[in-house]
Each structure stands twice: as structure tokens, then as C-alpha cells.
Nanobody
Framework: QVQLVESGGGLVQAGGSLRLSCAAS????????MGWFRQAPGKEREFVSR???????NYVDSVKGRFTISRDNAKNTVYLQMNSLKPKDTDVYYC???????????????????WGQGTQVTVSS
């Protein structure tokens, strides 16, 4: 059974850092693409970052240079290191797994088959 469990969210002041974790079970994470998305109340879930099976990483422009996605194959876990946080980064963050190859549009919600429950990130000014 595929399961994704996020952790690491919390309340931080602007300029601070957080590291989100997404522990995967039921599949071998390194064999698939993994993504991070975020969603504010009343808004659509938006792409933040992804790491491909080959280790290629991509980011939305608003987080480039501040966020870093990585994975630990031994722990079957993907991370999102978030530095220089801003109030506009406040959202619920979700990790997602792409287990079935599709169009390759990694920034689309529809590319992902499984989602975690989300973890709240709040950045105060």
C-alpha cells in the first residue's frame, strides 16, 4: 500500500528556515518522480518543486535559490529545504508521487498518483 507522510511544517519568522520531509512506503522512491506542491485556502494547489527518477530537480520561479529538493534513498524519503522564508510561502505543503509515466508535465497535479496529507507552513512577518 502506497503511503506518503509529510512532516516538518510549523511556524517560523520571515527569513527563517524549515525542512519538510516526506516518508514514502509501498514503493521505492528513487525509481519514481516526486513532487512538492502547496495550497492556500480557496486556491488551487500549485507546483513548488520536483525531483525526477534521474535526480533532475525543478522549481517554480518564486522559490528558486531559496528551496532545495533532495532525497535519501536509504530512508525512502524526499525533503524540501526551505530557506529565506517569506510570508507568502505560508501554505499547506503536500508531497506527491508520480508512479505512472504520463505526459511529463511534472508541474501539473494530474501527473501525480498519490498524495500525502499535507503539512502546514506558516511564516510570520
Amino acid at each position: 500500500q502506497v503511503q506518503l507522510v509529510e512532516s516538518g511544517g510549523g511556524l517560523v519568522q520571515a527569513g527563517g528556515s524549515l525542512r519538510l520531509s516526506c516518508a514514502a512506503s509501498g514503493f521505492t522512491l528513487r525509481d519514481y518522480g516526486m513532487g512538492w506542491f502547496r495550497q492556500a485556502p480557496g486556491k488551487e494547489r500549485e507546483f513548488v518543486s520536483r525531483i525526477s527518477r534521474a535526480g533532475t530537480s525543478n522549481y517554480v520561479d518564486s522559490v528558486k535559490g531559496r528551496f532545495t529538493i533532495s532525497r535519501d534513498n536509504a530512508k525512502n524519503t524526499v525533503y524540501l529545504q526551505m530557506n529565506s522564508l517569506k510570508p507568502k510561502d505560508t501554505d499547506v505543503y503536500y508531497c506527491a508521487a508520480n508512479l505512472v509515466p504520463r505526459s511529463g508535465s511534472y508541474y501539473r497535479n494530474s501527473e501525480y498518483d498519490y498524495w500525502g496529507q499535507g503539512t502546514q507552513v506558516t511564516v510570520s512577518s
